[in-house]
């Protein structure tokens, strides 16, 4: 009787929930920087929004950084979520580097696949750390991420890069399906709207560019830029795509404009996918009765999130469950 309506609530469950996968600029986010009290806090609850999650700018020789976030999500969800995480080495033509780090719900979904793009001609600053993730979808069980953080001085060539990476990966890998994220810098002083339309990103067809022009993904009230974007290719992928936008996060958690800058200059990017296929219908008004029937049955057991158990989070390429 508990297996079926636990089984029911699960079929409702993933009928209302999407899976969300996130780029966030972390802004220069070093050990010192996370542990802030301010910044952890609201940095969590950034993370936790995610199914996956691509931070830039993480600024870590170590994982020490990654390992203290992890540490403290668990902290947070005591044992009802597993982590993972997958980072890239460190990145950049001079000694400052920042490195692509993955963090994603491991009870959700796995890595597939990953590797760092081979930038031969370097036309990258911070080449992008390509990888593939399983989704909860039998439309699309995985996709592959390509982020990209591009450096401001030369942003149309490393767009038109991009495209370059896309080719690579989709012929490595046999896959058309494809979301190319992060702080793109595609906007402002740092791209003319003209180029912007020039883009083999925009003249080429099969992309969808999920965060619109004119959306603000710059913290200060005093600009208003569109550099943080979604670009997703694929005909299963677009018909995923629930809703995108950028998560106005001084707002949402009631941040003055210095208290969020002491976070990041950038918004979030977020996108959000249909997780059950579309043929599904929704619940019948049966299922619904049966499951307020069923629900006084369960009892306080069923009810209790699962123990800080280690063993049912599957294992992962970063060490990040205890
Ligand atoms: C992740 O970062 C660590 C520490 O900097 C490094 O040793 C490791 O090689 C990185 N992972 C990848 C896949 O580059
Ligand atoms: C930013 O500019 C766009 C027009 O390009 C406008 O539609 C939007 O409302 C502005 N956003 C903010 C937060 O000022
Ligand atoms: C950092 O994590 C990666 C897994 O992504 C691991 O391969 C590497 O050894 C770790 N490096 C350090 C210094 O702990």
Same mark, same amino acid.
């Given at each position: 009787?508990?297996g079926?309506?636990? #089984?029911? #609530?699960?079929?409702?469950a993933?009928q +209302?929930?999407?899976?969300r996968?996130c780029?966030?600029?972390?802004?220069?986010? $070093?050990l010192? &920087?996370?542990?802030?009290?301010q910044? &952890? @806090?609201?940095?969590v609850?950034?993370?936790?929004?995610?199914?996956?999650?691509?931070?830039?700018?993480?600024?870590?020789?170590s994982?020490?950084?990654?390992?203290?976030?992890?540490?403290?999500?668990?902290?947070?969800f005591?044992?009802?979520?597993?982590y993972?995480?997958?980072?890239?080495?460190?990145?950049?033509?001079?000694?400052?580097?920042?490195?692509?780090?993955?963090i994603?719900r491991?009870?959700?979904?796995?890595?597939?696949?990953?590797?760092?793009?081979?930038? &031969?001609?370097?036309?990258?600053?911070r080449?992008?750390?390509v990888?593939?993730?399983?989704? =909860?979808?039998?439309?699309?069980?995985s996709?592959?991420?390509?982020?990209?953080h591009? $450096?401001p001085?030369?942003v149309?060539?490393?767009l038109?890069?991009?495209?370059?990476v !896309?080719?690579?990966?989709?012929?490595?890998?046999?896959?058309?399906?494809?979301?190319?994220?992060?702080?793109?810098?595609? @906007?402002?002083?740092?791209?003319a709207?003209?180029r912007?339309?020039?883009?083999?990103?925009? $003249?080429?067809?099969g992309?969808?560019?999920?965060i619109?022009? *004119?959306?603000d993904?710059?913290?200060?009230?005093?600009?208003?830029? $569109?550099y943080?974007r979604?670009? #997703?290719?694929?005909?299963?992928?677009w018909?995923?795509?629930r +809703? %995108? +936008?950028? !998560?106005?996060? =001084?707002?949402?958690?009631?941040?003055?404009e210095?208290?969020?800058? *002491?976070?990041?200059?950038?918004y979030?990017?977020?996108?959000e996918?249909?997780?059950?296929?579309?043929?599904?219908? =929704?619940?019948?008004l049966?299922?619904?009765?049966?499951?307020?029937l069923?629900? =006084?049955l369960?009892?306080?057991?069923?009810s209790?999130?699962? @123990?800080?158990?280690?063993?049912?989070?599957?294992?992962?390429?970063?060490? %990040?469950?205890?």
């Amino acid at each position: 009787m508990h297996g079926l309506a636990t #089984l029911l #609530l699960l079929l409702l469950a993933g009928q +209302a929930e999407a899976f969300r996968i996130c780029a966030f600029n972390a802004h220069r986010l $070093t050990l010192a &920087k996370a542990t802030r009290e301010q910044v &952890k @806090d609201t940095l969590v609850q950034i993370l936790a929004r995610c199914d996956i999650m691509v931070l830039q700018e993480v600024v870590d020789s170590s994982n020490k950084t990654i390992s203290f976030l992890l540490q403290e999500l668990r902290r947070k969800f005591d044992g009802s979520r597993c982590y993972g995480f997958l980072n890239s080495s460190q990145l950049g033509r001079s000694t400052y580097k920042e490195k692509y780090v993955y963090i994603y719900r491991s009870d959700k979904t796995q890595v597939l696949n990953f590797y760092q793009y081979e930038d &031969k001609d370097d036309l990258f600053a911070r080449a992008p750390f390509v990888a593939q993730f399983t989704l =909860p979808s039998k439309i699309l069980p995985s996709v592959v991420l390509v982020p990209l953080h591009t $450096t401001p001085k030369d942003v149309e060539n490393e767009l038109n890069a991009l495209h370059e990476v !896309f080719l690579d990966v989709a012929q490595r890998w046999q896959i058309k399906d494809v979301i190319l994220l992060g702080d793109f810098n595609a @906007d402002c002083a740092s791209l003319a709207k003209k180029r912007l339309s020039t883009l083999l990103l925009r $003249t080429e067809a099969g992309f969808r560019w999920a965060i619109a022009d *004119g959306e603000d993904t710059t913290v200060r009230a005093s600009t208003n830029c $569109t550099y943080d974007r979604i670009v #997703l290719h694929g005909e299963a992928c677009w018909g995923l795509i629930r +809703a %995108s +936008a950028a !998560f106005n996060f =001084p707002q949402s958690f009631r941040l003055s404009e210095e208290e969020a800058l *002491g976070i990041s200059d950038h918004y979030p990017v977020e996108v959000e996918l249909d997780q059950a296929p579309h043929r599904v219908q =929704p619940p019948s008004l049966a299922t619904l009765l049966l499951l307020s029937l069923l629900l =006084p049955l369960l009892g306080p057991q069923s009810s209790t999130v699962p @123990d800080s158990n280690p063993g049912l989070c599957p294992p992962t390429w970063g060490r %990040s469950n205890p």
